[in-house]
């Protein structure tokens, strides 16, 4: 699983950078190919035609670089059953080592076998992201919870650039005791390469985001100088008429406080 888990951080990265990348280079391709074509359609110097024909042509084999780039970061995803269960025993066993003796680490799992569609390696990874984060906020030990529950979303709940649907929900919650963010780090936190860390990487809640994303979800994170942090996603479990769930919960607004 720690070896998937490498490959699949790896990916996660590249697929970024490269997501990235090729937009930036599209935008400078598309128009230097342009510029190739019309040297060559309008040149009188046949000399300088050859040259326009030599520009068009590359810049055309870069914008096919580009896309197969593109179709790479967007990744043939492999959707499975993922469980509530399989997922928090293999974050209990990654975090095993990298949870200090000052850190107290609670799991509550209301109903393990609650499953959904998904990708069992991109949550894992996302959920470690996060923990690693709190641990890594409580230099001086605190505690570290990760909750579950089964919510109910309810219109009002969402933003207005938030395409998602109202329906049940299974929320994740990793909260910690820890440092706390100030606003001005709350707002930055989804930039990418924003760390306030020596040798953090800035990609990790980016990676998180994208994720959640992709499974039709979404994060919301709460945080308190001094008091500690929680970050809370939310993963879709069907449509609003499915089998109600035991104990829902509406959820209302969380904010950055
Ligand atoms: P990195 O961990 O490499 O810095 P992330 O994208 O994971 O990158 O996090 C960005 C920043 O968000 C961190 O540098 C830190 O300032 C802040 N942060 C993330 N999680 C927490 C947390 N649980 N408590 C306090 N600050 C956090």
Request: charged share 35%; aromatic share 20%; glycine share 10%.
């Given at each position: 699983a720690e070896q998937e888990l490498i490959r699949a951080q790896r990916f996660e990265s590249l697929a970024l950078l490269a997501g990235g990348l090729s937009h930036d280079l599209r935008n400078l391709l598309q128009p230097l190919l342009l510029a190739g074509d019309t040297l060559e359609d309008y040149a009188d110097d046949p000399r300088l035609a050859r040259l326009g024909a030599l520009v068009r042509d590359c810049g055309r084999r870069g914008l096919e670089m580009v896309s197969s780039m593109l179709s790479f970061a967007r990744g043939a995803r492999r959707a499975e059953q993922v469980k509530l269960g399989a997922l928090t025993d293999a974050l209990k066993l990654l975090l095993q080592g990298s949870v200090p003796r000052t850190v107290q680490m609670g799991i509550e799992v209301?109903?393990?076998?609650?499953a959904f569609e998904g990708n069992h390696t991109e949550l894992q990874q996302c959920l470690l992201n996060l923990c690693l984060n709190a641990i890594q906020a409580m230099p001086e030990g605190g505690s570290l919870r990760i909750d579950t529950a089964q919510v109910t979303l309810a219109d009002?709940?969402?933003?207005?650039d938030e395409s998602i649907v109202p329906g049940r929900y299974l929320r994740i919650s990793v909260i910690d005791t820890g440092a706390g963010m100030p606003p001005e780090v709350l707002q930055r936190l989804?930039?990418?390469?924003?760390?306030?860390?020596?040798?953090?990487?800035?990609l990790g809640l980016l990676s998180c985001k994208r994720i959640v994303a992709s499974h039709g979800g979404l994060m919301r994170v709460r945080s308190r100088v001094g008091e500690g942090t929680q970050f809370h996603l939310y993963l879709p479990l069907g449509?609003?008429?499915?089998?109600?769930?035991?104990m829902p919960v509406l959820e209302h607004h969380l904010q950055g406080e």
């Open positions: 209301y109903d393990p076998d609650v009002d709940f969402f933003s207005d989804f930039e990418p390469f924003f760390t306030t860390k020596e040798t953090g990487t800035g449509a609003m008429d499915d089998e109600a769930g035991d």
